[in-house]
């Protein structure tokens, strides 16, 4: 199996490059903040409680989150393996999803984190609020407080993974052809060793 973190500050275009992604190496994307938002929409206990935070911008607690994504995983035994978008974000959600692929004597495989300016962020998000409907990507105040919690909370999981020599870090600007090819060589070249 082949199992991926898509990670990077929000608006560095995880979501379009998974979806080109998967194509390619026949994954399943697994989006915790899509599925918090399908959980909304469907006003779901769980929804409920994910929808007040995710307004503001901080993360939904490791608990929720974490089971949330056992249950995805657990539905879907039989794919070729994973790319995790927004997950994980803290290093308790590192740690509960190595344990999860360990039960089935699997592991992460890659990191790969895209590197986009902040300057650059805040211009793509509040571009996305046009068409997302998203309120947290329409406040630019709501914007700066998601930027900090990824550097306070989010970015340990990079170094997390480093430490076993498995984060690349990948120029995150250009076009989505561009970016699309830095990341499938990374992953040939991982996937080939
Ligand atoms: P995203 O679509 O990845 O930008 O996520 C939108 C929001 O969902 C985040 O700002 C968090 O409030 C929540 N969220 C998504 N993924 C996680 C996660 N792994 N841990 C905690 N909160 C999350």
């Known amino acids: ?99 999860l692929l360990s039960e089935n004597s699997e592991e992460v495989t890659l990191l790969i984190e895209l590197e986009v300016e902040d300057e650059e962020i805040v211009k793509r998000l509040l571009h996305r609020a046009k068409t997302s409907g998203r309120a947290d990507d329409a406040d630019e105040s709501i914007i700066k407080n998601r930027l900090e919690v990824y550097k306070a909370e989010t970015v340990p999981v990079s170094d997390f993974y480093d430490k076993l020599g498995k984060t690349v870090r990948v120029h995150g600007q250009g076009t989505i052809d561009e970016v699309f090819s830095r990341l499938s060589n990374e992953i040939d070249s991982t996937i080939v060793c």
């Open 1 to 99: 199996m082949v199992n991926l973190i898509l990670f990077g500050p929000p608006g560095s275009g995880k979501g379009t490059q998974a979806a080109k992604l998967v194509e390619k190496y026949n994954l399943l994307h697994i989006s915790t903040g899509d599925l918090f938002r399908s959980e909304i929409k469907n006003e779901t206990a769980l929804g409920l409680k994910a929808k007040h935070i995710m307004t503001t911008g901080e993360l939904v607690p490791d608990e929720i989150t974490v089971g949330m994504l056992r249950n995805k995983v657990l539905a879907n035994p039989d794919v070729e393996g994973y790319i995790f978008d927004g997950f994980p974000r803290t290093i308790p959600q590192c740690e509960a999803l190595n344990q």
